[in-house]
């Protein structure tokens, strides 16, 4: 959510059902105003709360140069304080992270153990060897930062033309966007994912008949797996909003206006993975 629209933002994505309060608006929108400047970013963003059995965790991020490369996430315990979110390598880390069932408690310095699955080594259709279940010691702060990791990578939205890429391979907001019209505004191939594309440059412009290079290089909701089951568009004030929901992290919400470049998304949740989407529908 783009601090310069912050509470305009949070009124379109009130039919999601959570909400900040008066006084949490406030708050944040005016601490982050700070850590901008502070920091000196580009741009910066409130990306949403992870609640918690004891204090919700606040999260923030802000970027320099590339909106994709360069963000910089931060998180705070009282919407005013914020704290930058460790860099999260391990992989063991993030298995660790997905499988931990445990709310978040609250407090950064808290540690829990989590039983990794064992890993199978398969020779032609044949098990030859099996390792252990290991045991990896997490730490709450290290789980946070890697949940908010995989949310975004997995569901932050962004609209086709929001971000473009420059000659020298930087990516930045598109200052002529101005949003998506009438037809292409309930279509979920004109929404694309938040982060640095998986998919190969080919493969994401085959997918269009009026392609564009600098616009076109992300991934699109559309290919998310489950397909047709990860994302929910509906229609909101006359068909003049439109507000995506993810079903695989529930609480994460997106937002467009038609002919607008306002746009965003917000997570607010427990931090847990949907693992029975499949059986859902």
Known sequence: MNIEYFSEGLECLMYSGRKLSPEQRILIENSLIVLLQENRFSGMYFWGRITATKNDYYIAFG?????????RYFYS???YQWQ?????????????TVLAREPFVG??????????????????????????AEVVKLKEEERLAAIVF????ECA???RGAL?????????PNQMFRGLNDLQIDNLSYYQLYRIP???LKTNLSKRCDYNYAIDFLDTIDGVIPLGQSFILNMQRNDRVAIIKSCIWQGMTFFHKVDSRKHGFLYLGDGRKNFDLLFMY
């Open 150 to 153: 995989i949310i975004s990578e």
């Open 107 to 132: 407090d950064p310095s808290l540690q829990m153990f989590v039983k990794l699955d064992p890993t199978f080594n398969i020779v032609a259709n044949q098990v030859v060897s099996i390792t252990r």
């Open 198 to 200: 998986r998919n190969d």
């Open 157 to 159: 939205i962004s609209p």
């Open 63 to 71: 970027y320099t140069n590339d909106c994709l490369k360069d963000r």
């Open 84 to 96: 930058l979110l460790p860099f999260v390598q391990s992989p063991k880390i993030f298995q660790a």
């Open 77 to 79: 315990l009282d919407q």
């Open 164 to 172: 473009y890429k420059m000659v020298d391979g930087r990516v930045i």
